[in-house]
DNA sequence: AACATTGTTCCATCTAACGGAACATGATCG
DNA sequence: CGATCATGTTCCGTTAGATGGAACAATGTT
């Protein structure tokens, strides 16, 4: 973007931008093309992102994907929620030859649009749920099929069923499940989920994927939970402070 | 981290490093865990750095990385300049079983320790290489075989051949070469590298390498300058100000 | 060549960030 | 089990420094 978009985005006056993004650009966060006097996202970002992971459930979670994209041969999201919206942090492909990718890393999709997605809304504090349903249906824009009362009955399958299930309603040759990670008392703190072709989605291989599904999330959740409690050396945690 | 710890690093009152966290933790940039009064770096620098993705070298780069890792077998790294660090920001593996990760993306090299890293460092303005010679020598700590002397060497290599070439100074069974992505004017923008265990590094497979590592690099070159040329639209680029 | 648009710099005003201090909470140790 | 210490949280007066108007420079456009 240039100074003069960036400045109508923001409501700031123009000097003022200059020297915020100014400030941004010498920290790397930002980046500065003076030939055309465009400015980018900096690569700055790259390296957070990673040190974001390092201490997140992504770090975690990882041998939990390879172990699914490995032993299903289809693709493997990890989503947490973020605000009101499904965030996917990390995915692992399988070697099946025919990629089912609908979500990058960093993608985000309105809380219940999804497998993953709806996975997350499911197992949220049930006034969560209510107001969701209720308030966020201009973010549903789009996703047809996603009206308050049809995903209210999607919760609720998912409730019962203990997993969702997307069959096609985002991109119709493509079939979801997607399950829960817990914390000891029921919220989810994480969906994995599992997409692929409608054809490698009958009812026999949807129970199959759900149980690997769900024994992978049991068990991250009691390792995070685990986690959860070590306080003590958490605090130790020296910071090398030229990281930057 | 706590909030004393961070208090710690960056030098301001508690007070204060309260209300900023507090801030970050507002728009999804920090993750504040009430149980163990933990910070953490939050998952919303995940879209941040996919959006960064979208506008910066790694997505134009990206259909290069996948030929060679297709092609080679083996692991395929572009790395930027960053101050004065070499920075990893895409990675793409081949199908060979023995697989050689020695950079994640978003992991920093001090410029000249590393194939890639080697490769930007030499076709950088000579004002800057004689600078991070004499200067950067603390940075390389840590990494033997890297004084001021044995670089201005490997650089001079780089120069002449064309590519820079890491015969397991940083891990030994492994070997690396990189090539630079050169813009009009011969600066390099980025580097493309391609790292191995040894025996799949003898002469005549380096040069073959080379000579697709090469191919890939001037063609990204080309694309980049003609993108740099079109100012005209860039400004155009509407933005949807809820996209956080 | 005149004009229009955008980027950059300067500076006086006034916002809002800072941190001292007081309080709350939970951990640690005798 | 109670006293003490360390840490997290809230409040508020002072003042550092952010803001944006205005003037200027450097482009691109008609």
């Given at each position: 973007m240039r100074l003069a978009d960036v400045t109508a985005v923001v409501d700031l006056g123009k000097a003022t931008v200059h020297r915020l993004l100014g400030a941004l650009t010498e920290v790397g966060f930002v980046e500065f093309d003076d030939g055309s006097k465009l400015y980018r996202l900096g690569y700055g970002l790259f390296s957070l992102a990673a040190a974001a992971q390092q201490f997140s459930i992504v770090e975690q979670a990882r041998p939990s994907l390879v172990r699914l994209a490995a032993a299903t041969e289809d693709t493997v999201y990890l989503s947490v929620r973020e605000g009101d919206q499904a965030l996917c942090v990390d995915r692992c492909t399988g070697k099946f030859p025919i990629r089912t990718l609908t979500l990058d890393v960093g993608d985000r999709r309105p809380l219940g649009v999804g497998a993953g997605s709806l996975a997350l809304l499911a197992f949220q504090p049930e006034g969560d749920i209510d107001r969701i349903l209720r308030d966020d249906h201009a973010a549903r824009q789009g996703f047809s099929g996603f009206d308050a009362d049809g995903l209210r009955a999607m919760v609720r399958a998912t409730l019962r069923d203990g997993y969702a299930f997307n069959g096609g309603r985002i991109v119709s040759a493509m079939a979801a499940v997607g399950v829960p990670v817990k914390d000891h008392d029921g919220r989810a703190l994480a969906a994995l989920s599992i997409a692929a072709i409608r054809?490698?989605?009958?009812p026999a291989r949807i129970s199959e994927l759900v149980g690997m599904l769900q024994q992978e999330a049991e068990e991250l959740g009691r390792s995070l939970d685990q986690r959860g409690q070590t306080r003590t050396e958490a605090g130790q945690n020296k910071v090398t402070e030229e990281q930057f």
């Open positions: 054809e490698r989605m009958g």
